[in-house]
C-alpha cells in the first residue's frame, strides 16, 4: 500500500496537540466560567496546526528557501486577519446569523479551492502513485470534499442572503425539485465513482459544478422559520468537507476537528427540529411557511382581546413577586434588549424576581437569544431554558413575553391540526396575567397561525414597538 | 498512515464529539457556532500546503494562485472566527452580588 510522503513524526505528534486543543476548546463551552479559556485552546490548537505546516512545507527553489512565495503567503494570511478582525469587531450581535453563514460558506469554499488545487498538483500533496496518477482512495476522498465543499459554500450563500434580507424569507418552490434534487445528488455520486476509474479533468469539474448547483436548489425552497436548523446542518456540512480534505492530506488535525465540527453541526440541527417538532427530513424538503399563509386568512373571525398601557403594565409588574420575560425574535429586531434589562433592574429593585425564559428556537440560531441579553448585561443565571423554567409559570404573577409568538401558542398543546402542533412551548397561558408586547394584532408568527394566549382574559395586549413600549414602562415605573 | 488508521481516527474523533457537544451549555450554542466556525478553517493546512508547492507548467501555477487565495479566505475564518468568539464570551456574565 501506498503510504504518501514520508510522515515526520515530530509534525505529525504536532498536529495531534492540536485536535486535541480544539477538543478542549468546546469542552470549555460546557459552562460560560469556562468557555474564555476554551477559546484561547482553540487558538492555540490553531497556531500549532499551522505553524507546524509552514515550518514542515516552507516553499523551496533549488535548495533554498523561495522568499517570494514565503511573502506571498503572508500577505494572504495578513489580508483574511485584516478582514476577519474588523469584521469580527464591528458585526452587530443582531446580524450573527448572517456573520456565521458567511462564515461557512467561506469555510465551503476554502475546501473547494484546497481540493483543486490537490487535483491540479497530486504530487504536492503526495498523493499519487508510481505512475503519476492519484491514488483511488484520494479521489474518492477529493471527490466527496469538493462536493461536500461546494454545497456548503453555495448553501451558505442562500443562507445568507436570506438571513440578512437580500432575499425574501418565502420558501421557493420549483416544480418538480426532488426529483430534481435526487437525480443532480445521483449524478455526483456517480461521477465520483466514475472519477476513481478516469482522472480526466472533466469528471472533477462537472463534480464540482453540479455540487455548487445541488447547494442553491436545496436551501432555496426552505423557508425562514428554519433556518436555525439549515444554519446547523451548513455547520455540520463545512465539518465534513474539513474532514474529507483531513483525509485526502492525511492530516490528524483536519480530521479531528472535521468530526468534532460535524457532530456538533448535527447535533445542533437535532436540537432545533426537536424544539420545533419537525422531522429533519421535512425542514430538508422544504416548503413550510409557504402554506400556512393561505389557512390563516379563512378563520379570522374577530376576538375580544384587550389593550394595555405602558402604565398598567408597569404597575402590575411593580405589584409582582415574580415576572418571567419570554423574548423572542421580535425583539431583537426592535433592538430592546437594553431598555428590557433596565426594566428588570428596576424591578429587581424593588424586590421582584426577574427571570427570562428562552425557548430553543427563539431567535434565528442556536443560542441567539442567550447572546443577545448577554450583550445588554442580563447576568446568565438569570437566563433559563425552556425546560428548566416551564413548570414555574403557574407561580408567576407576570409574564412579560416581546417579540415571540409561536414559541407560547398553547395550540401546540392541543390544537392537532395546527402546524406546530407537538412543539414544545412556553406555558405563559399558566401566569397569573401576561402581558403580550406586539406591534399589531394583525401580525402572524412564523408559522402563520393565531395565537390564543392574545385572547384570554389574562392578557393584556400591548400594541406598539417592543423598544418604544420598554421604555415607555421604564418610565412609568420610575413615577 | 494508511487509510484504516486515518479511519479510526475519523471514528473516534465523531464520538468524542457527539459527547463533547452535547455537553456545551445550549447558552453558549451561538458562541459554539462560530467557534466550530474558526476550528474548521484548519483547512489553511491545505491551502499552505497547495500555496508553498512548487507546481510544474501551467496547472502547477493555478494549484499555487487556488492555494494562496484558500489562505486568505481560511484566514478570515480563523482570525474573525476566534474574535467573535471572545467577543461574545466576554458578554456572559454572572449576577453581581
Not at chain 1, 433556518?227 to 485526502?248: E, I
Request: glycine share 10%; proline share 3%.
Amino acid at each position: 500500500m501506498h503510504e504518501g510522503l514520508p510522515v515526520n513524526p515530530w509534525a505529525a505528534l504536532a498536529y495531534l496537540i492540536a485536535g486535541i486543543c480544539f477538543i478542549l476548546a468546546l469542552r470549555g463551552l460546557s459552562s460560560p466560567v469556562s468557555s474564555q479559556r476554551g477559546n484561547r485552546f482553540g487558538m492555540a490548537g490553531m497556531t500549532i496546526a499551522v505553524v507546524t505546516t509552514l515550518v514542515t512545507h516552507y516553499p523551496m527553489v533549488a535548495g533554498a528557501i523561495d522568499t517570494t512565495t514565503a511573502i506571498e503567503i503572508l500577505i494572504a494570511i495578513g489580508i483574511g486577519a485584516a478582514i476577519g478582525i474588523l469584521t469580527a469587531r464591528r458585526i452587530a450581535m443582531t446580524d450573527m446569523p448572517q456573520l456565521v453563514a458567511a462564515f461557512h460558506s467561506l469555510v465551503g469554499l476554502a475546501a473547494v479551492l484546497v481540493a483543486c488545487s490537490a487535483f491540479l498538483n497530486p504530487a504536492a500533496f503526495g498523493i499519487v502513485d508510481a505512475a503519476g496518477h492519484i491514488l483511488t482512495v484520494s479521489r474518492i476522498e477529493m471527490g466527496l470534499g469538493v462536493a461536500i465543499g461546494a454545497i456548503t459554500f453555495s448553501g451558505s450563500v442562500i443562507a445568507f442572503l436570506k438571513l440578512n434580507g437580500n432575499m425574501g424569507g418565502k420558501p421557493i418552490m420549483l416544480p418538480g425539485r426532488h426529483v430534481l434534487n435526487l437525480a443532480v445528488l445521483a449524478g455526483i455520486l456517480a461521477l465520483i465513482a466514475y472519477f476513481t476509474q478516469d482522472q480526466s479533468g472533466w469528471v472533477f469539474w462537472t463534480v464540482t459544478g453540479l455540487s455548487f448547483s445541488i447547494g442553491f436548489l436545496l436551501i432555496i425552497p426552505i423557508g425562514g422559520a428554519d433556518m436555525p436548523v439549515v444554519v446547523s446542518m451548513l455547520n455540520s456540512y463545512s465539518g465534513w468537507a474539513a474532514a474529507a480534505m483531513g483525509f485526502t492530506l492525511h492530516n490528524t488535525a483536519m480530521i479531528i476537528t472535521g468530526a468534532l465540527v460535524g457532530s456538533s453541526g448535527a447535533i445542533l440541527s437535532y436540537i432545533m427540529c426537536r424544539a420545533m417538532n419537525r422531522s429533519f427530513i421535512s425542514v430538508i424538503a422544504g416548503g413550510f411557511g409557504a402554506v400556512a399563509d393561505t389557512s390563516g386568512g379563512e378563520a379570522k373571525e374577530q376576538r375580544p382581546w384587550k389593550r394595555g398601557s405602558a402604565e398598567d403594565a408597569a404597575f402590575l409588574m411593580q405589584q409582582a413577586n415574580q415576572v418571567i420575560i419570554v423574548p423572542g425574535y421580535g425583539m431583537a429586531v426592535a433592538q430592546a434588549q437594553h431598555a428590557l434589562r433596565e426594566m428588570g433592574d428596576i424591578l429587581k429593585k424593588e424586590g421582584v424576581s426577574v427571570k427570562y425564559a428562552i425557548h430553543p428556537v427563539a431567535g434565528r440560531m442556536p443560542g441567539h437569544m442567550n447572546v443577545l441579553l448577554a450583550e445588554a448585561n442580563v447576568p446568565y443565571d438569570e437566563v433559563f431554558e425552556l425546560e428548566d423554567i416551564n413548570g414555574e409559570f403557574a407561580q408567576t404573577d407576570v409574564a412579560f413575553v416581546i417579540g415571540a409568538n409561536d414559541v407560547t401558542n398553547p395550540a401546540a398543546k392541543t390544537d392537532k391540526s395546527s402546524p406546530i402542533y407537538g412543539m414544545p412551548v412556553l406555558d405563559v397561558e399558566k401566569a397569573k396575567t401576561v402581558l403580550f408586547v406586539k406591534r399589531s394584532m394583525g401580525g402572524v408568527g412564523y408559522a402563520g397561525v393565531d395565537n390564543d394566549v392574545f385572547y384570554m382574559d389574562n392578557t393584556m395586549m400591548l400594541l406598539a414597538d417592543a423598544k418604544k413600549m420598554v421604555e415607555e414602562i421604564v418610565k412609568a415605573m420610575a413615577h | 498512515m494508511d487509510f484504516l488508521s486515518i479511519l479510526s481516527i475519523f471514528v473516534m474523533a465523531c464520538f468524542v464529539g457527539y459527547y463533547v457537544v452535547w455537553s456545551v451549555t445550549p447558552a453558549l450554542h451561538t458562541p459554539l457556532m462560530a467557534v466550530t466556525n474558526a476550528i474548521s478553517s484548519v483547512i489553511i493546512v491545505g491551502a499552505l500546503i497547495a500555496s508553498a508547492a512548487v507546481g510544474i507548467g501551467g496547472s502547477g501555477a493555478a494549484s499555487k494562485w487556488l492555494g494562496l487565495l484558500a489562505v486568505v479566505f481560511a484566514s478570515i475564518n480563523i482570525f474573525g472566527g476566534f474574535a467573535v468568539t471572545a467577543r461574545m464570551l466576554a458578554m456572559y456574565k454572572k449576577k453581581v452580588r
